[in-house]
């Protein structure tokens, strides 16, 4: 319901999600007669739903409540009983009602109200970045709602869920939420992703989706051109994000390298026996500090996790281009085969660019493929202040992007460009019933052999939408606000006497962790040992409490090494909209429940 609306007008054209579905499934005859012909699917009243939120905020795991009364008109007459049929004849349509066509704005309209209403009270009744409890309790309260002796059926489904939904989420809008590269969606990137929603276009296909193909096309071209490729020799796709990204640069760096070196097309012929003359072992290389989904496209691919070397990091967690040189005459001497490089822009921890020229250039001399992974750091390249941080990206081969990080959209909004379009030619894939030669010759154009999906969202929509509103400009100025944020936050970590900060911050990250107090000022080697195991056991237990209160949603990682005093805390500061005040609140939280942490370990 919106806040201006009359709530008497309001209840003489909406009934109440009890009296649509009663708590039964849909066409039971007693609840569709109940509802009058004009009825319409939507939420109690706001001042009902208040209330009823409040008496529910008395516990986190506590259920959902039942939704409030329908407010009552007692002039209205009740239908005669003739009328049922008609009745459940009008909510059926409405229930079954779709969301395209001329009438599709009218039928999706009330349920949109009747979701914003639920996200309301679902906020309202969690009250910060997360409800407080532990999984278990998430668990009961949802089986409770869903699947339990009582779950929500019915018309009131959408209105109860969506409050569940709301209720049991981490906000990342909430300033204490900032654990995870999970941004907080811009409302307008949101709102066009719905227009995408309804319409449901997908791009495998010119005939399901004109404009989004074109719209997709004029997208990628302006994308390209930011990441420093010629937009017209370049190519590219969206995708879920950066594994999925990431697992399209190997497989083309897989296909054209080592299928130059083995003579066979990789994509048709498989992965050649690895160690024999005509095709050595497969290498790919990147850092210790890189993404995860590397091992596991080398996996996907056919080459094994064990293909991949990793190459040592700095303090900052940045590639050492030395020691890359290093592992790369080694591949040599064993007769090995580089097959790609991958260079992060923006790990995960730190946010930390490895040097992407070096890279470049050493993948050049070695006749390997350079894929960067920019999912995270690509959003630099919309501040004047920050991209330079990124100088030699369009040296690259491929690169991945993600705008569901640094780029406020909902995901998935993932990017994946290659430099040369000829490059892409192994994905190249003729379905004669969704792009045959024919079509194409007649002008139809087909984005299938882009991608490694068949039905695919028009995930461009969002972001093109976000682009013409605000603009690089006005996208740069939340990329820097976010920095500075960080840079704040960590002189704060820096300053207070029981917090030690890893390093600075690069992006819009950093690590760091709460110090118990020492037995000692000096310490032999077994004690520091064991002060540094006592450190990592605190600062996990001080996250998860933090988590069981409700009060914050810190990250948690580990530096690369071995032994004790590697657990680190993180915060990602994606809120555009968090003040320096807010994050000095949530260390301070941090530092409290460090001192609980101890408390109880003293007992």
């Known amino acids: 319901m919106r806040p201006d609306t009359d709530t008497d007008t309001e209840t003489e054209k909406v009934a109440s999600a009890p009296d649509l579905a009663a708590g039964a499934a849909l066409g039971t005859a007693p609840d569709l007669a109940a509802a009058p012909a004009s009825a319409a699917p939507a939420p109690a009243s706001a001042s009902a739903s208040a209330s009823a939120s409040a008496s529910a905020a008395k516990s986190a795991t ?21 009328s049922a049929p008609v009745a459940r004849a009008d909510v059926r349509a409405r229930v079954t009602a779709l969301s395209g066509g001329t009438g599709g704005a009218d039928a999706l309209a009330p349920l949109v109200d009747t979701v914003m209403d639920a996200l309301a009270r679902g906020a309202r009744r969690r009250g910060g970045p997360i409800a407080p409890g532990r999984p278990g309790d998430v668990a009961a309260a949802v089986g409770e709602v869903f699947g339990g002796p009582a779950a929500v059926t019915g018309a009131e489904a959408l209105d109860r869920l969506t409050e569940l939904l709301a209720h049991g989420s981490a906000d990342p809008a909430d300033a204490s939420c900032a654990a995870h590269l999970h941004c907080p969606p811009l409302a307008i990137a949101v709102a066009a992703d719905l227009a995408v929603s309804a319409l449901n276009p997908s791009q495998d296909s010119w005939d399901q989706a004109p404009a989004a193909t074109a719209l997709e096309s004029l997208l990628l071209k302006e994308l390209a051109a930011l990441v420093g490729y010629e937009p017209e020799r370049a190519a590219g796709v969206l995708t879920s994000g950066g594994t999925e990204s990431n697992l399209m640069g190997l497989m083309l760096a897989r296909d054209r390298v080592l299928g130059a070196a083995s003579g066979r097309q990789i994509e048709l012929t498989g992965v050649p026996g690895a160690g024999t003359d005509r095709a050595p072992r497969p290498r790919i290389l990147a850092s210790a500090a890189a993404h995860f989904s590397v091992q596991r496209a080398a996996a996907l691919l056919g080459l094994g996790e064990y293909a991949v070397l990793s190459v040592p990091v700095d303090r900052q967690l940045r590639m050492d281009t030395e020691a890359l040189a290093d592992v790369l005459d080694s591949c040599g001497e064993r007769g090995e085969l580089p097959v790609a490089i991958v260079a992060t822009a923006g790990t995960t921890d730190t946010g930390s660019i490895d040097p992407l020229r070096a890279c470049a250039a050493l993948a050049a001399e070695h006749g390997a493929w350079l894929h960067v992974d920019a999912a995270y750091g690509g959003g630099a390249l919309l501040s004047d202040r920050l991209a330079p941080l990124l100088d030699g990206l369009g040296l690259a081969d491929s690169v991945s992007l993600d705008w569901h990080k640094l780029g406020w959209q909902p995901a998935a909004a993932g990017v994946f460009l290659v430099r040369r379009s000829e490059t892409y030619a192994s994905l190249a894939r003729r379905a004669v019933y969704l792009n045959p030669a024919d079509d194409e010759e007649a002008g139809y154009p087909s984005l299938l052999g882009l991608s490694l999906r068949t039905t695919r969202r028009a ?16 996208l740069g100025r939340l990329v820097d606000a976010c920095r500075e944020l960080a840079v704040s ?20 990250a950093f ?17 520091s040992a064991e002060y540094e195991a006592r450190c990592d056991a605190v600062n996990a237990a001080l996250r998860r409490r933090l988590l069981r209160e409700g009060s914050a949603v810190v990250g948690r990682t580990e530096l690369p090494g071995e032994g004790p005093g590697r657990v680190r805390l993180k915060l990602t500061l994606l809120n555009p909209h968090t003040t320096a005040t807010e994050v000095k609140r949530l260390l301070d939280a941090v530092v409290a429940a460090g001192r609980a942490e101890e408390k109880e370990e003293a007992r």
């Open 62 to 82: 506590e259920s959902i409540p039942e939704p409030s009364a329908e407010p009552t008109r007692e002039s209205a007459p009740e239908p005669p009983p003739e």
């Open 459 to 474: 995930d461009a929509f969002k972001i093109a939408v976000t682009l013409r509103t605000l603009g690089r400009e006005g």
């Open 489 to 508: 936050g960590a002189r704060a970590v820096a300053d207070h006497p029981r917090l030690e900060l890893h390093s600075e911050p690069v992006l819009t």
């Open 511 to 527: 690590l760091f962790r709460y110090l118990p107090e020492r037995p000692t000022d000096t310490m032999d080697t077994a004690e």
